[in-house]
Structure formats: C-alpha cells, structure tokens
C-alpha cells in the first residue's frame, strides 16, 4: 500500500534529504526531493504527494510558509516538520496547522521518523478503505429502490411519541411519495406533512415504540395524507431514533381489491346460479367448492362432497367417459353441452347436459362445470 502513496522532501540539506530518500526508497516508498520552496511548488504543480516532509529554515522561504503556499496546490497533502532550530514558537506555529502530523528535531531519530510516516499511511489506508466502503454504502442508499427515511423520535415530557424529524432520505423517498428532500429533511413530520397525525396517529405510537424499544416492526397502511398504500418496516438504529424502510404498494393493493370483488362477484354468481355448479382439481379431479343446487340434486351435503375426489364419490356414470372428457379439455380447453350420466348418492343415474372450461384458480389447474 506504501507505494500507492508519494513523499515529498524539501530541505536544503542535500546529503540528508538524499540520505533520507535511501531510507524511504528501501521501505518501498516513492520518494521526491526539493532542496528550496520554489522547487517543492514547482513539483507539487506536476505531481501529488500524501505527505512532505518539511525544513522550516529553507533559504528562500519559512517552511510554515511553503506549508501554507502548497496547502493551495495540494490541500489533501500533510507535512512532517523537521528543524534543527526547535523552540517552543516555531513548535506551537507549526502543529497548529491541523495539515501538520509531526515535529521532529535534528538529528532525526530515523525509527521515530519512520514509525510516524509508517502509521500516517497506516491512518491514510484505513481513512481510504472507510470512504470506500461509506461510498459503497451510499451507492446502495441512493440506489435502492425501496424508500428510506431515518428520523429522530420527538417525545413529550410524558413520554408519549408527538413528533419526529427527518434527518435524512434517499432519491427513492422522492420517487415513492412525491415529497422533495429539501422540503422534509431537518423538519418535523407535522410540518412536511401536514395533518398526518390526525390522519395516521398509529404511525406515531408505532415508530415511537420502535425508537424506545429497538424491536423492530413490519407492516402494512393506507397513508392518507398521500392517498397510497405503504408496506412498511420500521428498526432502530440506536435509541430515540427509527428508520423507516418503504415501498409504495398501492397498485398491489388496488390489484388486490379487484381480484376480491372479482371472486366476490364470482362465489355469488356460482352460488346463486340454478345449474349445478361445480369446481374440481385438473386432472385429479378432487372437489373444490359445490353449489347448493348440485348438492341437493346429488342427494348430498356440501362438505361432503368438498375434498373428496369425483372418483371416490362416484358421481360418473359412465366412469370411461370420464378420460374422454380429460382428453379434450386438455386439448381445447372446453366442452359445451355435453351429455353424461350423474350417479346421486342413492345410486340413481340422472341424465344431465353439461359445459366445462379449464381455468386457472390460484395458480392451480381447475374445472368449472355447469349443468342441468
């Protein structure tokens, strides 16, 4: 890792700047030297260093001086100091500069030097690997497609859950609810949302409870200050706090309701209809659901029926018909106005016309059949 990082030498004393450069080459540092400020400027213009090691007696230019000159050619570089003219002053001058690591006297003590140049990149390989990882973190935040938000719960002085404040939010929030971060982050939920706490007061009770407690939440809620349904799951990272991660799920509740009324719609037509309905599994034929009507003709209760297979209960006739009428389901997918024989419960054979579709009911392979 040393050798992704440059050290710059500016001291006039050449044999100790090269005699030091033999040092930091044989630890596998890249190493520059310049002998006078003018040369340390003129380098830094072509090349960027992590470090410098610094004389503060140059010939042309205090090295506090160069210090601050360069800090406005490369601000993220920092300096060792090094002086064979040490006093309290000049000491205090240089490590006030929060760019200054180190001052070190002449002679130097070369395994103290290398020990603090050895734990700066130590520091600089760690700093790196942090912002990496906080930059991959943040990628991930930005990216994600569910909403996040993290809050500060705001309590009164009973303890009861009245308020919270967005700290932060990610581009996904924007997407999900339509509210701009600047108009929600640093303010308070009843100010960025106004009447959600008369609207979703559990929402309170719920994040508050989270932010107390550290036990985490999932659920589900019509938000209605926006209109939308929300799938929400809510977790503390540290006490007070909550984060809250989203997805607007309101197409899918919609979708929901639709296939509800839907079956609703079809249960009451199944039920009321005067034909004998029936629903059975394709092709083992076990029996899903019954109408009134089929069951009183059959000379049966509907539970039991319900479960039971067609072959169990030997409602076919004809038994060989049967296979013929798999066949062609399976083939065109229907039969209008077939004619087969029902044996009821008592043995009596009843001639019916019967029509039959194979669809599919949750997933699953079925026949609908009407008859009479």
């Given at each position: 890792m040393e050798g992704k990082y440059g050290i710059l030498i500016v001291d006039d004393n050449v044999d100790l700047a090269e005699g030091l450069r033999d040092i930091l080459e044989i630890e596998g540092y890249d190493v520059t030297i310049g002998h006078n400020g003018q040369d340390a400027l003129a380098i830094c213009r072509q090349k960027n260093f992590s470090l410098a090691l610094v004389d503060m007696k140059l010939p042309d230019i205090p090295g506090t001086d160069l210090i601050d000159k360069l800090a406005g050619i490369s601000p993220a570089m920092e300096y060792i100091v090094i002086t064979g003219h040490a006093s309290l002053d000049s000491a205090i001058d240089a490590v006030k500069r929060e760019s200054v690591v180190s001052y070190e006297i002449k002679p130097l003590d070369i395994g103290r030097l290398l020990t603090v140049i050895r734990?700066?990149?130590?520091?600089?390989?760690?700093?790196?690997?942090?912002?990496?990882?906080?930059?991959?973190?943040?990628?991930?935040?930005?990216?994600?497609?569910?909403?996040?938000?993290?809050?500060?719960?705001?309590?009164?002085?009973?303890?009861?859950?009245?308020?919270?404040?967005?700290?932060?939010?990610?581009?996904?929030?924007?997407?999900?609810?339509?509210?701009?971060?600047?108009?929600?982050?640093?303010?308070?939920?009843?100010?960025?949302?106004?009447?959600?706490?008369?609207?979703?007061?559990?929402?309170?009770?719920?994040?508050?409870?989270?932010?107390?407690?550290?036990?985490?939440?999932?659920?589900?809620?019509?938000?209605?200050?926006?209109?939308?349904?929300?799938?929400?799951?809510?977790?503390?990272?540290?006490?007070?706090?909550?984060?809250?991660?989203?997805?607007?799920?309101?197409?899918?509740?919609?979708?929901?309701?639709?296939?509800?009324?839907?079956?609703?719609?079809?249960?009451?037509?199944?039920?009321?209809?005067?034909?004998?309905?029936?629903?059975?599994?394709?092709?083992?034929?076990?029996?899903?659901?019954?109408?009134?009507?089929?069951?009183?003709?059959?000379?049966?209760?509907?539970?039991?029926?319900?479960?039971?297979?067609?072959?169990?209960?030997?409602?076919?006739?004809?038994?060989?018909?049967?296979?013929?009428?798999?066949?062609?389901l399976k083939e065109h997918g229907m039969i209008a106005n077939m004619e087969y024989g029902l044996r009821t419960k008592s043995g009596e054979i009843r001639e019916m016309l019967n029509s039959m579709c194979l669809v599919e009911l949750k997933g699953e392979p079925c026949i609908i059949s009407a008859g009479g």
């Amino acid at each position: 890792m040393e050798g992704k990082y440059g050290i710059l030498i500016v001291d006039d004393n050449v044999d100790l700047a090269e005699g030091l450069r033999d040092i930091l080459e044989i630890e596998g540092y890249d190493v520059t030297i310049g002998h006078n400020g003018q040369d340390a400027l003129a380098i830094c213009r072509q090349k960027n260093f992590s470090l410098a090691l610094v004389d503060m007696k140059l010939p042309d230019i205090p090295g506090t001086d160069l210090i601050d000159k360069l800090a406005g050619i490369s601000p993220a570089m920092e300096y060792i100091v090094i002086t064979g003219h040490a006093s309290l002053d000049s000491a205090i001058d240089a490590v006030k500069r929060e760019s200054v690591v180190s001052y070190e006297i002449k002679p130097l003590d070369i395994g103290r030097l290398l020990t603090v140049i050895r734990q700066f990149f130590e520091r600089k390989k760690t700093e790196e690997m942090l912002r990496e990882s906080e930059e991959r973190y943040r990628s991930l935040f930005d990216n994600m497609l569910n909403g996040f938000a993290y809050c500060w719960m705001v309590f009164d002085k009973k303890g009861t859950p009245v308020d919270f404040i967005y700290l932060e939010v990610n581009d996904s929030f924007e997407r999900l609810t339509g509210l701009k971060k600047e108009n929600v982050i640093g303010k308070n939920v009843t100010e960025a949302i106004p009447g959600i706490k008369e609207a979703n007061p559990e929402l309170f009770d719920i994040y508050g409870h989270v932010a107390l407690t550290g036990e985490p939440i999932s659920l589900e809620i019509f938000f209605k200050p926006l209109e939308i349904w929300l799938s929400i799951s809510v977790y503390s990272p540290e006490k007070g706090y909550f984060a809250a991660v989203f997805d607007n799920i309101t197409e899918r509740k919609q979708a929901e309701e639709k296939l509800r009324e839907s079956e609703e719609r079809f249960s009451k037509a199944f039920h009321s209809s005067p034909a004998l309905m029936m629903i059975t599994s394709f092709p083992e034929g076990r029996i899903i659901d019954v109408n009134d009507v089929y069951a009183r003709v059959m000379g049966y209760r509907r539970k039991e029926l319900i479960g039971h297979t067609v072959i169990e209960k030997e409602t076919w006739a004809r038994p060989e018909q049967r296979g013929e009428v798999m066949k062609i389901l399976k083939e065109h997918g229907m039969i209008a106005n077939m004619e087969y024989g029902l044996r009821t419960k008592s043995g009596e054979i009843r001639e019916m016309l019967n029509s039959m579709c194979l669809v599919e009911l949750k997933g699953e392979p079925c026949i609908i059949s009407a008859g009479g």
